[in-house]
Nanobody, 125 residues
Framework: VQLVESGGGLVQAGGSLRLSCAAS????????ICWFRQAPGKEREGVSC????????YYSDSVKGRFTVSSDNAKDTMYLHIHEMKPEDTAVYYC???????????????????WGQGTQVTVSS
């Protein structure tokens, strides 16, 4: 069972990036998958989630309007599109998953079953 992030790299401010989170070993479409980021010296922040069963999404206020989350259940992959990137988006980005609960919205504070290893995103000014 694992989640593997990819797509990180160095981007100029104002640019865009697409991160991927590929799942294996569990039924992706029964899960809530969230993206977190952690910058040096800062606490980990839950920025976006998607519930694979119905496509419901969550965005933190800090990224709303610039981040878009989507999933391809056939590929067991979730994507995070980051637009209009800023230097403060620089962080290690992680995806994590927990089994969805009917009628309960995605919540980045929920305990997670699986975590990826992270992918570095660096935004230059």
């Amino acid at each position: 069972v694992q989640l593997v992030e990819s797509g990180g790299g160095l981007v100029q401010a104002g640019g865009s990036l697409r991160l991927s989170c590929a799942a294996s070993g569990f039924t992706f479409d029964d899960y809530v998958i969230c993206w977190f980021r952690q910058a040096p010296g800062k606490e980990r922040e839950g920025v976006s989630c998607i519930t694979s069963t119905d496509g419901a999404t969550y965005y933190s206020d800090s990224v709303k309007g610039r981040f878009t989350v989507s999933s391809d259940n056939a590929k067991d992959t979730m994507y995070l599109h980051i637009h209009e990137m800023k230097p403060e988006d620089t962080a290690v980005y992680y995806c994590a998953g927990y089994q969805s609960i009917a009628g309960v919205v995605a919540d980045p504070s929920h305990p997670f079953d699986y975590w990826g290893q992270g992918t570095q995103v660096t935004v230059s000014s």
